[in-house]
């Protein structure tokens, strides 16, 4: 038997003629794909610049205050650029805006996540979508209506909280509270935790709405219930979205500036309780200061501004490749 009967291999592909070729490479240079071409280029390069336009202007200014500092920049407690020597130092604003970040983080991403698993694996359309919107309502207040509220009706309420922190964890001494204001980094923290609970409630969303269904319905059919369905389908698959989602709300909690000013009672002190008042962020320090800062209190002000860009730009770099670690992700979180 001819074996060419029995396997008979396809025809060739038409090969593309000289006027097809030609008519290819007019579409791949004409005008309209160049312009759009060199706009996005251009606009990338633009985006560029412009970093290292604000990155180079912050480390002049910044160089210029520390050259004539007399003290430690980084472990000086003081801050008083104008004196004769200049003496300051960011110690007590890298404490505080540490603290009131992970304070908020704390809280914030345990019930963001709670919020994003309810919306989208336990409520029903009807009352999922409106929560959605009331969260998304959220990201879209001014820092300033935080501030207000916060100053006007979280402060003076948390005065119950205190007491109970400080009767069943005064002991530790990290909770003990001395009946003062609720000015406190502690309570910074607890506006930030509201502030960005949107920012990772919203992504950690989308996260979980990109968990392929049919790995749930396998560990359904499997007679897993809907807890162990989001236990083991659910937030292995999210983990790193979340985790994305939970550092861009960090560096939206570190350069938080009107709303803290509003809240904290700032000093140049170090507490050992997080319910004393005092202590103080980047942010509120260059905001509280600026307009009255001479130009050595200036420059100094912007050398604590470069310590924040370079940290908020560390953690925005860690997020964005945490994110590449999954592709999928990439798109919901850019």
Not at 63 to 85: D, K, Q, R, Y
Request: glycine share 10%; net charge neutral; no cysteine.
């Amino acid at each position: 038997m001819d074996i060419s009967t029995q396997n008979p291999t396809a025809p060739p592909a038409p090969q593309p003629t000289g006027a097809e070729d030609k008519r290819a490479a007019r579409g791949a240079t004409r005008p309209g794909d160049r312009i759009f071409l060199g706009l996005s280029r251009g606009s990338g390069i633009f985006v560029l610049v412009i970093m290292a336009a604000i990155a180079a202007f912050l480390t002049y200014r910044a160089a210029l205050a520390i050259s004539e500092n007399e003290a430690n920049f980084f472990t000086t407690f003081e801050w008083n650029p104008s004196g004769v020597p200049p003496k300051f130092g960011i110690a007590v604003l890298v404490f505080g805006t540490i603290v009131s970040s992970v304070i908020a983080m704390a809280i914030a991403v345990p019930i963001a996540v709670g919020i994003a698993l309810f919306i989208t694996h336990y409520a029903p359309r009807r009352l999922g979508g409106p929560i959605a919107y009331v969260i998304d309502l959220l990201a879209a207040v001014p820092s300033i209506v935080y501030g207000l509220w916060g100053a006007l009706v979280l402060v003076p309420n948390l005065t119950g909280l205190y007491g109970w922190l400080d009767t069943y964890l005064g002991w530790t001494g990290v909770l003990e509270w001395n009946d003062g204001a609720p000015r406190s980094l502690f309570t910074v923290g607890i506006l930030l935790a509201i502030m960005i609970l949107p920012i990772i409630t919203n992504v950690s969303r989308e996260v979980f709405r990109q968990v392929p269904r049919m790995h749930e319905e396998a560990a359904l059919a499997l007679g897993a219930t809907r807890w162990e369905v989001i236990r083991m389908s659910v937030l292995p698959f999210g983990r790193s979205g979340v985790i994305s989602a939970s550092m861009l709300g960090l560096g939206r909690a570190l350069g938080e500036t009107m709303a803290v000013a509003m809240v904290l009672s700032p000093s140049l002190d170090i507490n050992a309780s997080l319910l004393d008042p005092g202590g103080g962020t980047f942010a509120q320090n260059i905001a509280s200061k600026f307009n009255e800062a001479t130009p050595m209190g200036r420059d100094a002000l912007i050398a604590s501004g470069l310590v924040l860009f370079v940290i908020t730009l560390l953690v925005n770099g860690a997020a964005r490749l945490i994110i590449a670690r999954r592709k999928e992700y990439s798109g919901a979180n850019a």
